[in-house]
């Protein structure tokens, strides 16, 4: 797709060479962002023992990226390193397919894919909790297409995809289930409007 980011454009990016490539997002695809309320507390020691497995399993294959790896490569790993790694080139590979369907406008697949990458990431990165897992399978249960955590985990905020015209209904039921499930908690949610990228312009003096 040519032209410069703006709206109806999201970016899928290769943060390993830099590289990217503009992917259409239709209007009425929702997206809603929630806050437990809960801080990430845990990501500095918890993420960098992640990362530091993770990039040990890497040196044991002799990798310098995932990009590549498949599920066969990592039987002769040890169990916390082919499980950390596991999660990360499983991700990639959702990533990959979610972006073919997100341009095929296939929200159905696109969400059964956050769907299994919040559920992946739960078990076999361990980077979830429990306010995290309600807020994500409450969205589902009010008709999200699907939802998953973003960041780091432990703590922090969602995201949902909905359908558009659905979305400030689905956000505010998510909102008022979870503020009953978790009242001491300064959740909040937004709604997520599409708009035109950044933009560098030359002007004359």
């Not at 073919?100 to 697949?109: C, I, K, N, R, S």
């Not at 994500?136 to 985990?153: Q, S």
């Amino acid at each position: 797709m040519a032209g410069r980011p703006g709206r109806g454009v999201a970016l899928a990016v290769d943060i390993g060479t830099h590289e990217y490539d503009r992917v259409a997002v239709p209007e009425d695809l929702g997206v809603v962002v929630y806050h437990t309320g809960v801080a990430d507390e845990l990501v500095n020691s918890e993420y960098n023992d992640r990362r530091a497995t993770v990039e040990a399993a890497r040196d044991a294959l002799g990798v310098d990226s995932v990009a590549g790896v498949e599920a066969g490569d990592l039987a002769e790993l040890p169990d916390k390193q082919r499980q950390r790694l596991g999660y990360v080139v499983r991700e990639d590979e959702r990533v990959r397919r979610a972006t073919a369907a997100l341009e095929a406008g296939d929200f159905g697949t696109v969400g059964a894919l956050l769907r299994a990458a919040r559920r992946d990431i739960a078990t076999a990165y361990e980077a979830s909790r429990a306010e995290l897992d309600f807020l994500v399978e409450t969205a589902v249960d009010a008709g999200a297409y699907g939802a998953r955590f973003t960041g780091a985990g432990w703590g922090g905020a969602a995201i949902a995809l909905v359908d558009g015209a659905a979305a400030d209904d689905i956000a505010r039921s998510v909102h008022d289930t979870n503020r009953e499930r978790y009242p001491d908690h300064d959740s909040r949610y937004h709604l997520v409007t599409q708009a035109d990228g950044v933009t560098v312009e030359r002007t004359e003096a």
